[in-house]
């Protein structure tokens, strides 16, 4: 979907340019295509403002309620929703929907209608992108992607969020994603190529990334200058890069694969041998949960270089900052500052 700058989407009210005139809003997030540009500049400096002056908020969203349906565990993505939402002043259900997949007992659309009566906001957890995608479609209010097979859009703009704090500008860095082409390897690109920044993904044959989300990021670099480029081996990913990415190389859901991929993603371990490859300062990322002695070991995980827990608290200001775009925060935001 492109992105849509103040426009008004049937049953969808675009809240936010009355209180921050001008600034980029979206329906829903759904995949990082929906922000763009605009979107991913707007959420980082929110996030920043989140996060640097958290008391200005504590009532932002004051009287709203977010509801959360996750088909698949997770600690990270809960739990800074949930606080997120708690410090915006909001309140959250929790849906554990580990069961049944969600539309299993009735559709979609019948979900989507309740819910848009009592709530305001939905966050989904999901194998199928299709899910989120068709209550997006269905519900009348903001749908916001926690990760499916496809996508990670939260966990990526988090990281990107980190990059910006470590190095200030993102244009002149260059990430290695080193592992499977993953949902995290996917919204890595999404988010490099609307900041315009450059990325090496470096995955085994047979594991590279979704052909259309490939496509999607080269146009949307085209417009920005990012630069993406896909190898296979991962020393020539990693050589003199400002950043050492990697995740699991069995994704929930694919466990039953673990063994066999183990054998073929042995040389895609994250160690110190592949963290010499690149710059000095160099920073080690993981979105967590980490197979630690798999995809890394553990001294990589432990040095100093590795930045995974900045990420993990990020993932709190930057969810704030889509709940506040999407939900529209009742707070006069101070000036814009560039990111990239
Ligand atoms: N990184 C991440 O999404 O972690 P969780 O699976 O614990 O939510
Ligand atoms: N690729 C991983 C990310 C976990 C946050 C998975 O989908 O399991």
Known sequence: ??????????????????T??????????????????????????LAELMKSRPS??????????????????????????????????????????????????????????????????????????????????HASIPVINALSDLEHPCQALADYFTLVERFGSLKDITLAYVGDGNNVAH??????ACVGSSIRIATPKGYSCNVQIVADARKIARQTGARIEFLTDPHAAAAGVDAVYTDAWASMGQEHEAAERAEI?????????LMAEAAPHAVFMHCLPAHRGEEVTDEVMDSEQSVIFEQAEN?????????????????RLPARSAHA
């Not at 709203?64 to 259900?93: D, H, I, N, W, Y």
């Not at 580990?98 to 989507?112: F, G, H, M, V």
């Not at 930057?318 to 529209?328: D, F, H, P, R, W």
Request: glycine letters at 6%.
């Open 20 to 45: 921050f005139p001008g600034i980029f809003w979206c329906p829903d997030l759904v995949s990082t295509r929906d922000l763009g540009s605009q979107g991913v500049e707007a959420v980082l400096h």
């Open 56 to 137: 200005v908020f504590a009532r932002a969203l004051a009287g709203k309620q977010m509801v959360m349906f996750f088909e698949k565990p997770s600690l990270r993505t809960r739990l800074t929703f949930e606080a997120g939402m708690a410090s915006l002043g909001g309140t959250t259900m929790f849906v554990d929907q580990s069961k049944s997949r969600l539309d299993a007992r009735e559709t979609l659309s019948d979900i989507a209608h309740n819910l848009e009566r009592w709530v305001d906001v939905i966050v989904l957890r999901t194998f199928a992108q299709e899910t989120i995608t068709g209550m997006a479609q």
């Open 265 to 273: 993603f042995q040389s895609y371990q994250v160690n110190r041998n």
């Open 315 to 331: 993932r709190m200001h930057v969810q704030k900052a889509i709940l506040y775009l999407l939900l529209g925060g009742a707070v």
């Open 1 to 18: 979907m492109e992105p849509k700058l103040n426009t008004q989407l049937p049953g969808k009210t675009p809240v936010v340019p009355e």
């Open 187 to 192: 919204s890595l690109l999404l988010t490099c």
